[in-house]
């Protein structure tokens, strides 16, 4: 059987968010191994002590970079990078299901050529010149989706083709005038290697994992309740009831749980 291990990278209040997604997936039953790459330990994960290099922290960058420096040598089949601020309502059906043969999984989120897009920019980049970009760096889907970045998983015999990809892509896009967020070459990543985009994008997979970025969850814990979840670009709402939320607006229990759990 494959072996996965979550991992996330935090120093400061991040150490004591990281500490209570841990927590939260050990309540639900996961018994997957977590690492934390950080400043100092984190109970109940594993450790490697990481060096924050300010270059590399500007867009997360830091994600991509800790793959090859620090976990390309590890005894994992896959690596599942998780945001610090994820939290486990229920235990997830096994997520390499998502995989699909492909060796890399992220949750692509909204058609960018889609013409009822109520928002027209990704990251101060119109839609219509991130599709072009990806298109002439050899995405031939007939969609194009951007990402959140906060859940993906990557087959770890795949890291140093995944560096190369995307420093490939973010380096084509320096020239074309713009400098992007870890996301961006994420997706591009994505979509250029999997065979069937559309068996990555949330909606297929809202079963594990959704994002609230738009405050379902303001400085309270995610309950296991559906929740509405905004389409990014379309500006819609439907219900999501995932089993791990990605709380980006619930940092403040978070860390009050690492703190003085």
């Not at 020239?175 to 985009?197: H, I, N």
Request: proline fraction near 4%.
């Amino acid at each position: 059987m494959a072996k996965v291990c979550f991992w996330t990278a935090t120093n400061g209040d991040y150490n004591y968010m990281a500490k209570a997604m841990v927590l939260s997936a050990r309540k639900v039953g996961m018994t997957d191994d977590f690492l934390v790459l950080s400043d100092k330990e984190v109970s109940g994960a594993k450790f490697i002590k990481a060096e924050w290099i300010p270059d590399e922290r500007w867009g997360c960058w830091f994600k991509f970079r800790y793959l090859k420096r620090y976990l390309a040598g590890l005894d994992y089949d896959y690596l599942a990078w998780l945001d610090a601020e994820n939290y486990f309502v229920r235990k997830p059906r096994n997520v390499l299901s998502m995989m699909h043969g492909s060796p890399l999984h992220s949750f692509l989120e909204c058609d960018l050529t889609c013409p009822s897009n109520k928002r027209t920019d990704w990251w101060d980049c119109p839609n219509w010149k991130v599709v072009q970009m990806y298109r002439n760096m050899g995405v031939a889907s007939r969609r194009i989706f951007n990402v959140n970045g906060g859940f993906f998983i990557i087959k770890r015999s795949f890291i140093d083709e995944f560096v190369r990809i995307t420093d490939e892509f973010y380096q084509y896009c320096l020239k074309a005038g713009y400098r992007f967020v870890d996301e961006v070459p994420l997706a591009y990543a994505t979509q250029l290697v999997c065979g069937d985009s559309e068996m990555h994008v949330g909606d297929v997979n809202q079963d594990v994992w959704a994002c609230d970025w738009t405050n379902a969850y303001v400085n309270r814990l995610p309950d296991g309740q559906p929740w509405l979840a905004e389409h990014y670009m379309l500006g819609v709402k439907q219900a999501v009831n995932p089993a791990i939320v990605h709380a980006m607006r619930c940092k403040e229990p978070l860390i009050e749980i690492g703190k003085h759990t």
